[in-house]
C-alpha cells in the first residue's frame, strides 16, 4: 500500500523527538509499508538534501536503543523529502497538491504537529486546496482548544472539510502498551470484571507524575497548565478506560460510545467540590536526583509571576450504578518526586476478619504505566512468623504481591505508542483515536476547574521541586480515610 504522510510542523520539536523517530522504528521494524513518503513541512529553506541530514542530526539526541545506525538511517532517509511551506498562503497548498499529485498514493496523511492555533487554518486551507479527498485522513495534536467554546469551533473548522471517521484525534497515553493492556485485563480476562465495581472497589488513584519540568516548552505550558496539560486528556482517557462498561465489539465507535458514557457520568462541579476537592500547584526551586532546580517562575519562557498550574490533584465520581460512591483520584504534576505514571486500585477490605491483618490491609491491584510497564496484584497470605506465630490462637497474614513486569515479558522491541498510532493512521484504524464528542464532553467537564481558578485569586499552592506537591492533596485524601499510594 503506498502512502504519503505529510507532516506539518517537519522540523518541529514533536517531528524529531517523537514522530520520526516512532516511524523509523515501524520501519526498523518492518511494518511500515513500503512505497511511502514522509514529507516534512516547514517554513525553513531545505533541499530534501538538507532535511535529511537535519534529521540525522536530531536523530543523535534520540535515545541509543533507538537509533539508528548510518546504513539503516540511509535507506530509512530515502521516504523524507521536504517541501517549504507557509501555512497562511493558499498558493503553497496548491504546491502540496502538486507534489501529492506526483504519484497519486493510496493514503494521504496530514499530520498537523504544529503550534495549536495554526490546526484551524491548516484544515480550513486544506480542504479550500482540494485536498480532503476521501483517502486522505487528518491527524490532529493535542490540545484541540483551550476550553469547550475554542475546541468546538475548531471541530466545526475541521468537519467542515473532513468526515469524522478521517479525522485521526491523537492521545498518545491510548497508545502506550500499558493503556492497551489494561483494556485487555479488563475485556480479555473473567478475573477481574465481576469484582470491578462498588461493591468490592474502595477507590481508584491515577498518579501520573513526571520529574521533568517546563523544560524547553515554558511559553506553551505558561498559557495551557496541567488541567489542560494532562487531565482533560490523558487522565479522563485512563479513567474512562477503567470505568467503561465492556463494549460490545473492539470496533472503534463501540468503544468510544462506552468512553463517552463515563465521561457524561462524571459528577458535575458544584461549589463546594471546587473548593475541597481540586488542589492546585506550582513547584518552587528544590532538589530532583540530588541536584537543585530551580523554580517554574524561573524557567525560561514563563512570566516571573506566572500563576499557572503545574500540578493537580482532583477527587470525582462517576455517577451510575456500578460506580456511585467510588472516589476516583487524579493527580499529575511536574518536577514531582519521581517519574512514575501508576494507577491504583483499592479494593474493600474482607467483610468479616478471622485473621489478623496490617492495619489498613486489603487487596490492590496496582497497574504500572512507566516507567516499568506492568501489573502486581497485592494479596494477603500467611507468611513464615519467627516468633512461633503458628500456635498463636489468631492466625496474621501479611502482605505479598504477584509481580508481573510486561517488559520482561514480552521484551523491549514491543511497539512505541507513537508508532502504534501512526501504524493506525496508516491502516485507518481509529480504536485508539479520540472522537470529538469525547473531546467536547472532557472540555465540559474541566470547564468549571479553570473557570473557579480564573475567579480565586489565591493562585497555586507552592511545592518544592522534588516533592509530591503541596500538602493540601495528601489532606484532600485523607478526609476520605484514604491516603496516596506511596504514603500507605
Ligand atoms: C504530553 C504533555 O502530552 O505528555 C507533556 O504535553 C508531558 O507535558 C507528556 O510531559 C507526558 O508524556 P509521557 O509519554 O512522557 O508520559
Same mark, same amino acid.
Given at each position: 500500500?503506498?502512502?504519503?504522510?505529510?507532516?506539518?510542523?517537519?522540523?518541529?520539536?514533536?517531528?524529531?523527538?517523537?514522530?520520526?523517530?516512532?516511524?523509523?522504528?515501524?520501519?526498523?521494524?518492518?511494518?511500515?509499508?513500503?512505497?511511502?513518503?514522509?514529507?516534512?513541512?516547514?517554513?525553513?529553506?531545505?533541499?530534501?538534501?538538507?532535511?535529511?541530514?537535519?534529521?540525522?542530526?536530531?536523530?543523535?539526541?534520540?535515545?541509543?536503543?533507538?537509533?539508528?545506525?548510518?546504513?539503516?538511517?540511509?535507506?530509512?532517509?530515502?521516504?523524507?523529502?521536504?517541501?517549504?511551506?507557509?501555512?497562511?498562503?493558499?498558493?503553497?497548498?496548491?504546491?502540496?497538491?502538486?507534489?501529492?499529485?506526483?504519484?497519486?498514493?493510496?493514503?494521504?496523511?496530514?499530520?498537523?504537529?504544529?503550534?495549536?492555533?495554526?490546526?484551524?487554518?491548516?484544515?480550513?486551507?486544506?480542504?479550500?486546496?482540494?485536498?480532503?479527498?476521501?483517502?486522505?485522513?487528518?491527524?490532529?495534536?493535542?490540545?484541540?482548544?483551550?476550553?469547550?467554546?475554542?475546541?468546538?469551533?475548531?471541530?466545526?473548522?475541521?468537519?467542515?472539510?473532513?468526515?469524522?471517521?478521517?479525522?485521526?484525534?491523537?492521545?498518545?497515553?491510548?497508545?502506550?502498551?500499558?493503556?492497551?493492556?489494561?483494556?485487555?485485563?479488563?475485556?480479555?480476562?473473567?478475573?477481574?470484571?465481576?469484582?470491578?465495581?462498588?461493591?468490592?472497589?474502595?477507590?481508584?488513584?491515577?498518579?501520573?507524575?513526571?520529574?521533568?519540568?517546563?523544560?524547553?516548552?515554558?511559553?506553551?505550558?505558561?498559557?495551557?497548565?496541567?488541567?489542560?496539560?494532562?487531565?482533560?486528556?490523558?487522565?479522563?482517557?485512563?479513567?474512562?478506560?477503567?470505568?467503561?462498561?465492556?463494549?460490545?465489539?473492539?470496533?472503534?465507535?463501540?468503544?468510544?460510545?462506552?468512553?463517552?458514557?463515563?465521561?457524561?457520568?462524571?459528577?458535575?462541579?458544584?461549589?463546594?467540590?471546587?473548593?475541597?476537592?481540586?488542589?492546585?500547584?506550582?513547584?518552587?526551586?528544590?532538589?530532583?536526583?540530588?541536584?537543585?532546580?530551580?523554580?517554574?517562575?524561573?524557567?525560561?519562557?514563563?512570566?516571573?509571576?506566572?500563576?499557572?498550574?503545574?500540578?493537580?490533584?482532583?477527587?470525582?465520581?462517576?455517577?451510575?450504578?456500578?460506580?456511585?460512591?467510588?472516589?476516583?483520584?487524579?493527580?499529575?504534576?511536574?518536577?514531582?518526586?519521581?517519574?512514575?505514571?501508576?494507577?491504583?486500585?483499592?479494593?474493600?477490605?474482607?467483610?468479616?476478619?478471622?485473621?489478623?491483618?496490617?492495619?489498613?490491609?486489603?487487596?490492590?491491584?496496582?497497574?504500572? /504505566?512507566?516507567?516499568?510497564?506492568?501489573?502486581?496484584?497485592?494479596?494477603?497470605?500467611?507468611?513464615?512468623?519467627?516468633?512461633?506465630?503458628?500456635?498463636?490462637?489468631?492466625?496474621?497474614?501479611?502482605?505479598?504481591?504477584?509481580?508481573?513486569?510486561?517488559?520482561?515479558?514480552?521484551?523491549?522491541?514491543?511497539?512505541?505508542?507513537?508508532?502504534?498510532?501512526?501504524?493506525?493512521?496508516?491502516?485507518?484504524?481509529?480504536?485508539?483515536?479520540?472522537?470529538?464528542?469525547?473531546?467536547?464532553?472532557?472540555?465540559?467537564?474541566?470547564?468549571?476547574? /479553570?473557570?473557579?481558578?480564573?475567579?480565586?485569586?489565591?493562585?497555586?499552592?507552592?511545592?518544592?521541586?522534588?516533592?509530591?506537591?503541596?500538602?493540601?492533596?495528601?489532606?484532600?485524601?485523607?478526609?476520605?480515610?484514604?491516603?496516596?499510594?506511596?504514603?500507605?
Amino acid at each position: 500500500m503506498s502512502f504519503d504522510l505529510v507532516l506539518f510542523g517537519g522540523t518541529g520539536d514533536l517531528a524529531w523527538r517523537k514522530l520520526l523517530p516512532a516511524l523509523f522504528q515501524a520501519f526498523r521494524h518492518g511494518s511500515l509499508p513500503p512505497g511511502g513518503r514522509i514529507i516534512g513541512v516547514a517554513r525553513d529553506e531545505l533541499s530534501d538534501e538538507q532535511y535529511r541530514a537535519l534529521i540525522r542530526s536530531r536523530f543523535e539526541q534520540v535515545e541509543l536503543a533507538k537509533r539508528p545506525s548510518p546504513e539503516e538511517f540511509s535507506r530509512f532517509a530515502a521516504l523524507l523529502h521536504f517541501l517549504r511551506m507557509d501555512l497562511s498562503r493558499p498558493q503553497d497548498y496548491q504546491r502540496l497538491a502538486a507534489t501529492l499529485r506526483e504519484r497519486r498514493a493510496e493514503t494521504v496523511m496530514m499530520y498537523v504537529a504544529t503550534a495549536p492555533s495554526l490546526f484551524a487554518a491548516v484544515c480550513e486551507q486544506l480542504a479550500g486546496a482540494g485536498l480532503n479527498t476521501p483517502e486522505t485522513r487528518i491527524v490532529l495534536e493535542k490540545p484541540l482548544g483551550h476550553d469547550v467554546a475554542s475546541n468546538r469551533e475548531i471541530n466545526a473548522t475541521v468537519r467542515r472539510g473532513f468526515g469524522e471517521n478521517q479525522i485521526f484525534r491523537i492521545d498518545h497515553y491510548l497508545g502506550k502498551p500499558s493503556v492497551q493492556n489494561l483494556f485487555a485485563l479488563r475485556f480479555g480476562n473473567v478475573l477481574f470484571e465481576p469484582l470491578w465495581r462498588r461493591e468490592t472497589i474502595a477507590n481508584i488513584q491515577i498518579t501520573l507524575a513526571e520529574d521533568l519540568g517546563a523544560e524547553k516548552r515554558g511559553a506553551f505550558y505558561d498559557s495551557t497548565g496541567a488541567l489542560r496539560d494532562m487531565v482533560q486528556n490523558h487522565a479522563l482517557q485512563l479513567l474512562c478506560a477503567l470505568a467503561m462498561e465492556p463494549p460490545i465489539n473492539a470496533h472503534a465507535d463501540a468503544i468510544r460510545d462506552e468512553k463517552l458514557k463515563v465521561l457524561r457520568s462524571l459528577r458535575p462541579w458544584v461549589p463546594e467540590a471546587l473548593g475541597q476537592h481540586v488542589v492546585r500547584g506550582q513547584y518552587t526551586a528544590g532538589t530532583i536526583g540530588g541536584e537543585p532546580v530551580r523554580g517554574y517562575r524561573e524557567e525560561p519562557g514563563v512570566d516571573p509571576r506566572s500563576t499557572s498550574e503545574t500540578f493537580v490533584a482532583l477527587r470525582t465520581e462517576i455517577a451510575n450504578w456500578r460506580w456511585a460512591g467510588v472516589p476516583f483520584y487524579i493527580r499529575t504534576g511536574k518536577r514531582l518526586a519521581a517519574s512514575d505514571a501508576r494507577i491504583v486500585v483499592n479494593f474493600r477490605p474482607a467483610p468479616h476478619a478471622i485473621f489478623q491483618s496490617p492495619t489498613g490491609a486489603a487487596n490492590r491491584l496496582v497497574i504500572n /504505566l512507566q516507567p516499568r510497564d506492568g501489573l502486581e496484584l497485592h494479596l494477603l497470605a500467611q507468611g513464615q512468623d519467627s516468633r512461633g506465630g503458628a500456635r498463636r490462637a489468631v492466625q496474621s497474614l501479611t502482605q505479598v504481591h504477584l509481580d508481573l513486569d510486561f517488559e520482561k515479558r514480552f521484551g523491549s522491541e514491543r511497539v512505541g505508542a507513537y508508532e502504534r498510532l501512526l501504524l493506525d493512521v496508516i491502516d485507518g484504524r481509529l480504536n485508539l483515536f479520540v472522537r470529538s464528542d469525547e473531546q467536547e464532553e472532557a472540555w465540559r467537564w474541566v470547564e468549571p476547574v /479553570l473557570e473557579h481558578w480564573q475567579a480565586d485569586t489565591s493562585g497555586p499552592r507552592s511545592y518544592a521541586a522534588g516533592t509530591w506537591g503541596p500538602s493540601a492533596a495528601s489532606a484532600m485524601i485523607a478526609r476520605d480515610g484514604h491516603c496516596w499510594s506511596e504514603e500507605c
